[in-house]
């Protein structure tokens, strides 16, 4: 076998399954005549960004972000904030407001750069807490209790609505995609497998870590602001434990570290969740109930459960693995 | 100008003291061996050369350069690379993806001027290793003695002047230490000074030229290994008040 092809093969995937559900996506708001339905994959697509924004950070360190309403919130506030107070367009209070989360990623990535595990999520949970607790303090500019209310949308139509969160988050997985397989991605996973050898493989592993946790902040800083126009609202339950945890959840029972995992993990459990709607007097506890049995069968997520990696036809199906020989 | 040179390195843990005024140098094509009873700093000696540990005093130079104040990951760009104690493979990866890592520095970044050039070095040194066949194996089903000479690949691609082993042996087989002997020998052979800890003194004696014997923090002795095994405070160190005869056949 070809050198340079099977290196090639070792790490440039595309997950064939990823794909087909993005598409999916698209033609299911094309056709689909019900509005509720297409808000429904909306919110499931705003979800498949906070979630793969969270995977780039934690599923390539394994260091758990717990505070990752700090940049969904966080932004979704700033945008909202430059949208209701200052009358900018959302079109450019979102990309302020993300550059602001990435920002805060940078100065966050670099205080914690030295905590590891349970010390690291707790330092993150921190961040999210402080400003949840701000939002409240200075209620004159964020609302309180209500937060804000009557923001800019991107459209009245529901569809061109989802089109703009749906292109967001395809913008999003390409962009993670190709970073996690760019030289970034392959230090990452080892600096999770090893940071003292990769200290001394010369690599400024401090560097990647804070790249990464910015990238992190950015990506989830769009989503939040994206979230924000397109519910005309950003509350205090951005900036909570509640949404920290959910993405948690979403990208995990998803498969960490694989971008395709947790973009499956969140469409497919935020669809189930609004579906259980029908059963609503018991939604919350069948949902949470769900959610613990996955997590019970696959701890490692659904796309890293040991049959699928032994199958040579499903990972190639769902995260594009071609093995070489 | 020497490749490397230690001056009175100290260095304390509290009111231990780890180090005391150490001093040796390391001359171009030299291989050394470094040994000591358990706990006499050998590590931490390492570990202060790579930049792992900040030392109190004294100053470590690499080809003229002093290495105080640098960051581990800027003294393996300065020519300097270190392999551990324990193995540290990069399980979850295959034999190809952890030799990538090291060619992203610096260093090695540097001195290929294509993507091509780092794949085709990564094979002739895995090939030079024995490693060759296993290029797309995963790491985690590779043995011991492979996973140290995978550590040695690994160091290699970084392009290093000198080369520092941590207890290559440790764990080994016959066969594999003398796997690890024949690289390190090869190695040295191509102009590589090597600097090796080790607890095998039978195996190592037979590699090295010249051996400095650190004991509680102190150098006592520095030799050829003929004259260290037959130094009093050496064997003082290693077997207490009474003479015997120490791992040498």
């Known amino acids: 076998m070809n050198l340079h092809k099977e290196t090639r093969l070792l790490y440039k995937n595309q997950s064939p399954f990823g794909w087909a559900m993005i598409v999916a996506m698209a033609l299911f708001a094309l056709l689909s005549e019900n509005i509720f339905y297409v808000e429904?994959?909306?919110?499931?697509?705003?979800?498949?960004?906070?979630?793969?924004?969270?995977?780039?950070?934690?599923?390539?360190?394994?260091?758990?972000?717990?505070?990752?309403?700090?940049?969904?919130?966080?932004?979704?506030?700033?945008?909202?904030?430059?949208?209701?107070?200052?009358?900018?367009?959302?079109?450019?209070?979102?990309?302020?407001?993300?550059?602001?989360?990435?920002?805060?990623?940078?100065?966050?990535?670099?205080?914690?750069?030295?905590?590891?595990?349970?010390?690291?999520?707790?330092?993150?949970?921190?961040?999210?807490?402080i400003l949840f607790k701000l939002s409240f303090i200075f209620y004159e500019i964020t609302g309180g209790e209500e937060g804000i209310s009557g923001l800019d949308v991107f459209s009245d139509d529901p569809t061109k609505d989802f089109f703009v969160a749906w292109a967001v988050m395809l913008a999003v997985f390409i962009v993670l995609t190709l970073y996690a397989q760019s030289k970034h991605g392959i230090i990452l996973k080892a600096i999770r497998a090893d940071e003292d050898a990769t200290q001394s493989a010369g690599i400024n592993t401090a560097y990647y870590k804070i790249e990464a946790f910015a990238i992190s902040g950015f990506m989830a800083g769009v989503g939040g602001g994206v979230f924000a126009h397109s519910q005309m609202h950003i509350g205090p339950t951005m900036l909570s434990g509640y949404i920290s945890i959910i993405v948690v959840l979403l990208a995990m029972i998803g498969g960490m570290g694989s971008i395709v995992g947790p973009l499956f993990g969140a469409i497919a459990l935020t669809i189930l969740n609004e579906y259980l709607r029908v059963v609503e007097e018991y939604r919350i506890v069948i949902y949470t109930g769900i959610l613990i049995l996955l997590i019970y069968i696959a701890p490692e997520g659904l796309f890293n459960l040991k049959f699928v990696r032994k199958s040579r036809i499903l990972t190639f199906i769902l995260l594009g693995e071609r093995r070489p020989l | 100008m020497k490749p490397l040179e230690i001056d009175n390195l100290s260095k304390n843990f509290g009111g231990l003291q780890a180090l005391n005024s150490v001093s040796f140098s390391v001359l171009s094509g030299e291989i050394v061996g470094i040994i000591g009873p358990n706990g006499a700093g050998k590590t931490t000696l390492f570990n202060c050369i790579s930049g792992f540990l900040p030392f109190d005093s004294g100053a470590v130079t690499l080809f003229g350069r002093s290495v105080k104040g640098r960051k581990p990951y800027q003294i393996v760009n300065l020519g300097l690379t270190r392999t551990w104690q324990l193995v540290k493979?990069?399980?979850?990866?295959?034999?190809?993806?952890?030799?990538?890592?090291?060619?992203?520095?610096?260093?090695?970044?540097?001195?290929?001027?294509?993507?091509?050039?780092?794949?085709?070095?990564?094979?002739r040194i895995l090939e030079e290793m024995g490693l060759g066949e296993k290029i797309w194996e995963d790491v985690d089903k590779l043995n011991q003695g492979e996973l140290r000479l995978l550590d040695i690949a690994r160091a290699l691609v970084t392009f290093p002047k000198i080369l520092l082993l941590d207890e290559p042996f440790s764990g080994l087989s016959q066969k594999e230490i003398e796997n690890i002997t024949t690289v390190a020998r090869r190695l040295n052979a191509q102009g590589l000074p090597v600097v090796i800890i080790e607890h095998r003194l039978r195996e190592l004696m037979k590699l090295i030229e010249k051996v400095v014997v650190i004991s509680f923090g102190r150098k006592i002795a520095e030799g050829t290994p003929e004259a260290i095994v037959k130094n009093e405070n050496v064997i003082k160190a290693y077997l207490g008040e009474r003479r015997s005869r120490i791992g040498l056949a």
């Open chain 2, 89 to 123: 493979p990069f399980f979850g990866m295959k034999v190809m993806e952890a030799m990538m890592i090291p060619s992203f520095c610096h260093r090695a970044a540097k001195r290929h001027d294509s993507k091509k050039k780092v794949r085709e070095s990564v094979l």
């Open chain 1, 40 to 129: 429904v994959i909306k919110i499931a697509a705003i979800y498949a960004i906070f979630a793969m924004s969270w995977d780039i950070l934690t599923g390539y360190t394994h260091e758990v972000n717990f505070g990752f309403a700090f940049f969904i919130g966080g932004a979704g506030y700033l945008s909202g904030i430059l949208n209701s107070i200052f009358s900018f367009s959302p079109l450019i209070a979102i990309p302020l407001a993300a550059l602001a989360a990435g920002a805060s990623g940078i100065f966050i990535g670099y205080l914690t750069l030295r905590l590891k595990g349970p010390y690291f999520s707790m330092a993150t949970l921190a961040f999210a807490s």
